[in-house]
């Protein structure tokens, strides 16, 4: 995930950003948004997407691109499954997408993980909120889709 600023507005003691934030994917997958960032408000202005999102996908686009928009603001993100957790969150995940766009985001992740000589198992749990036997189900789901390679190989 990659995210820059393209402007940003201040009034006062207030600042509205926008971001643009880019998903790409090892198989060409790509999703292009610009992103509104005001008063820890996130607001998804433009989304394109090759190949298309699915309607469940686009629903939880903008919970799941937060917490990376927060970082790139220099905020903190809220701690999910707080006292006043929103309906978007589920016993304190984040909000990962389903089917798969979130299979590609395991995939990236747990690759990500493999080259920067990190744990992918935890890097994967870090980025869906999953426990480490949720993680493992996740990464199993992107090997069975064929974006990861088999765990061993077959002789």
Do not use: N
Not at 7 to 24: I, M, Q, S
């Amino acid at each position: 995930m990659s995210v820059w600023p393209a402007w940003e507005v201040r009034e006062g003691d207030r600042a509205t950003r926008w971001l643009h934030v880019r998903l790409a994917f090892g198989d060409g997958a790509r999703v292009d948004a610009l992103a509104t960032v005001s008063e820890g408000c996130v607001c998804v202005e433009d989304v394109r997407a090759r190949p298309a999102l699915a309607l469940e996908d686009l629903a939880v686009f903008a919970d799941w691109i937060e917490e990376p928009l927060a970082r790139a603001c220099g905020a903190e993100a809220e701690p999910a499954g707080g006292d006043d957790a929103g309906p978007g969150t589920h016993r304190g995940r984040s909000a990962a997408p389903p089917g798969p766009a979130g299979r590609h985001l395991v995939a990236w992740e747990y690759r990500a993980a493999q080259e920067r000589g990190a744990d992918p198992v935890l890097a994967v749990m870090s980025a869906t909120g999953h426990s480490r036997r949720g993680a493992l189900r996740l990464i199993g789901r992107a090997r069975d889709a064929g974006l990861l390679a088999p765990r061993h190989a077959r002789r």
